[in-house]
């Protein structure tokens, strides 16, 4: 048998590739692994985020399964976070402050995911900072039912709530002092910008969250309506005598809606608001608090049957209780868990206006076994409250 030799070119590759290029063999199966399961990219997704009062923005909405990096901007006045959550994934930056920004890297499944802030405990999240991101083969489905379902800000807004009040209980009215807690409250005071650590730090020596109270008589009860955060409305009224025997009459007819830095109004009104204390949004000198409900209103203010403004600015909580009975004392520095019962009543002049014939300039009433009754959709109530006019009602102040 007759051997053949075969001498080498010294360019076995080039004769393989010009084999493939003629399609005698097949392809090798590298392009098969540039689609290989989530993670296997080295170069991740970017998704930009800009979140505000009260909205969370993401571009795009969409983005291919694996690696992906949000870059998360907080443009607004208060401080937020962002969170993703889905399909077993629940992630979260750290609480950004306004102006700054933060980064989360995440590796994602198809599927549709839920982004949110979780400051409050969802109190930001009710208002309408919601949106959704499609990964993956949820991309078509998506983009199938519509835009807006990939994420719209506001999508997670709640239909309208209505709430009526009722004072009772102990009616104690709250003068100046110091707050008890300033050691705790200091942590906050020190993230807080130049101007606003040297008001706080001012009002934890002499403030008007003291335990320096008086027992008084007095009455309050108000209907408040919650449209997410535009469109709310309050009417209700307060009737008290303070210590020295004046007699105040408060009539609350429209919300304020404008807010100021660390101190969102809401739009007005807020139902299940944690705030306050370590929480980061409003003032530290109150403690931490769970709040059945929260409002910001502008009302017409009587002093012995003498109209003092139309223009007062008013603060009610029904908050979880922070004062022991007896001395009402604070109690607590974080009093999120206490029975919520405690009605508290702040009333400050407008900005710019004339302090008030009472200590401090402003007017602080707790009624210390209160409760509210939440109305079904579509009634009306007693007083049939309307949606507030926005005329005077864009003034801020107060806590």
């Known amino acids: 048998m007759r051997t053949r030799h075969v001498r080498s070119t010294g360019r076995p590759l080039h004769a393989v590739a010009l084999l493939v290029l003629a399609g005698l063999v097949p392809a090798l199966p590298c392009a098969a692994y ?5 993670g296997a990219s080295s170069r991740p997704d970017t998704v930009r985020v800009r979140l505000s009062e009260w909205s969370v923005a993401l ?6 399964a694996g690696p992906v990096v949000f870059d998360v901007t907080n443009a607004g006045t208060v401080p937020h976070a962002f969170e993703v959550e889905g399909r077993g994934v629940e992630k979260s930056t750290p609480q950004i402050q306004p102006g700054s920004s933060a980064r989360l890297e995440l590796d994602l499944g198809a599927g549709r995911y839920e982004t949110y802030c979780p400051i409050g405990k969802g109190s930001h999240r009710m208002l309408g900072m919601l949106s959704h991101l499609a ?7 998506a983009a199938a039912r519509g835009s807006g379902d990939a994420g719209d800000p506001g999508e997670g807004r709640p239909a309208p709530r ?21 050691d705790s409250a200091m942590a906050v005071i020190r993230s ?15 403030g008007p969250y003291s335990n320096n109270v008086a027992g008084i008589s007095g009455d309050i009860s108000l209907l408040a309506i919650d449209r997410g955060a535009t469109g709310d409305s309050v009417s209700g009224t307060a009737s008290f005598t303070t210590r020295d025997g004046r007699r105040w009459r408060l009539v609350m007819d429209r919300v304020q809606t404008r807010d100021i830095p660390f101190n969102p109004r809401f739009g007005g009104v807020i139902m299940g608001l944690y705030y306050h204390g370590a929480s980061g949004v409003h003032t530290p000198l109150v403690p931490t608090i769970q709040s059945s409900l929260a409002l910001w209103s502008v009302a017409h203010l009587y ?97």
């Open 34 to 38: 540039r689609h290989a399961a989530p």
């Open 303 to 399: 002093e012995d049957g003498r109209l003092v403004t139309d223009d007062a600015m008013v603060h009610v909580m029904l908050l979880s209780r922070t004062r022991r009975p007896g001395d009402w004392a604070l109690a607590c520095w974080d009093c999120a868990r206490q029975p919520i019962e405690e009605l508290q009543l702040q009333v400050t002049p407008a900005p710019g206006g004339r302090p008030f014939e009472a200590p401090g300039g402003v007017l602080f009433v707790n009624w210390e076994k209160s409760r509210a009754v939440p109305e079904a959709r579509g009634s009306r109530g007693a007083s049939g409250a309307n949606p507030a006019p926005r005329s005077g009602g864009e003034a801020s102040a107060g806590r």
């Open 162 to 182: 209505r709430m009526r009040v009722v004072g009772g209980g102990a009616v104690v009215q709250i003068l100046p002092g110091p707050f008890p807690f300033a």
């Open 59 to 64: 571009d795009p909405r969409s983005v291919p």
């Open 135 to 141: 990964v993956g083969g949820a991309m078509r489905a």
């Open 192 to 206: 807080r910008p130049p101007d606003q650590r040297e008001d706080l730090t001012h009002k934890a020596g002499l």
